[in-house]
C-alpha cells in the first residue's frame, strides 16, 4: 500500500472529523508536517544539513509543529491538531504513534548522544505531554494529558501526572478493551 493512502486511511481512522483525503491533505497540519519531514529527513541522512534545517524550520512556520530533520518517525503517525508540538533531534517514533498537540520529546541540557526519547509502537501521547531525555515509552502505553515523563514507561500501562506515575497496569488496559469488544 503507498504510504500516502496509508496515512489517508490512519487520519481517517483516528479523527471522526476527517472528511475526504482531499480535505486531509489541504487542511490538516500534521500531514503536512509529516510530509516535509519525510523530506527533510532524507536530505538530513545525505548530509545536507542545511538544507534539511531550513526545510524544517519552513515546516514549523506554516504548521506549527517542529520536527529535527534528524527524528525518526515510523509509520502511520496520527497528530490530532499539533500546534506547538516539538520533536527532537535523537527522537524515534515507532509506528502507529498518536501524538496530541503541546507535545514535547525533548532532551536533557546534560546528555551528549541520544538524548531524546524513544517513542513505542502504538503509544498514545495526549495534549501537553513532556517526555525529555533518552527515555523509553513501551509499546501501546498511554500516557495522560500533561503528563511530564522523566523515566521509561513499561509496556501497555496508563501513566499520568508530574512527574508521570504509572495508573493503569497492562492487564487492567486489556482488561477494560477486551470488556469493550475492541480488540
Known amino acids: ?8 486511511q490512519t487520519y481517517k481512522k483516528n479523527d ?8 486531509i491533505v489541504l487542511t ?3 500531514v503536512w508536517a509529516i510530509f516535509f519531514h519525510r523530506i527533510s529527513h532524507f536530505l538530513y ?21 517542529e520536527i529535527h530533520p534528524g527524528a525518526v518517525i515510523g ?3 496520527f497528530i490530532d491538531h499539533g500546534m506547538g508540538i516539538v520533536i527532537g533531534e535523537t527522537a524515534e517514533i515507532g509506528d502507529d504513534v498518536k501524538m496530541f498537540h503541546a507535545v514535547t520529546l525533548g532532551g536533557r541540557g546534560d546528555q551528549a548522544g541520544k538524548r531524546h526519547p524513544t ?5 498514545l501521547l495526549s495534549a501537553h505531554v513532556q517526555v525529555i531525555g533518552n527515555i523509553t515509552i ?9 503528563a511530564v515523563v522523566l523515566k521509561d ?8 501526572g508530574i512527574p508521570a506515575k504509572v495508573v493503569k497496569t497492562k492487564e487492567e488496559n486489556f482488561r477494560k478493551t477486551a470488556d469493550n469488544h475492541t480488540i
Open 153 to 160: 514507561i513499561p509496556v501497555g500501562v496508563t501513566a499520568v
Open 28 to 30: 490538516y497540519p500534521g
Open 45 to 65: 541522512n545525505k548530509r545536507v544539513r542545511v538544507p534539511a534545517r531550513m526545510l524544517s524550520m519552513f515546516a514549523r512556520w506554516i504548521t506549527g509543529i
Open 75 to 77: 509509520r502511520r503517525l
Open 1 to 8: 500500500m503507498s504510504a500516502f493512502k496509508e496515512l489517508m
Open 16 to 23: 471522526p472529523a476527517a472528511g475526504s483525503s482531499a480535505e
Open 119 to 123: 517513542i513505542g509502537d502504538g503509544v
Open 138 to 146: 513501551g509499546k501501546q502505553a498511554k500516557i495522560g494529558a500533561s
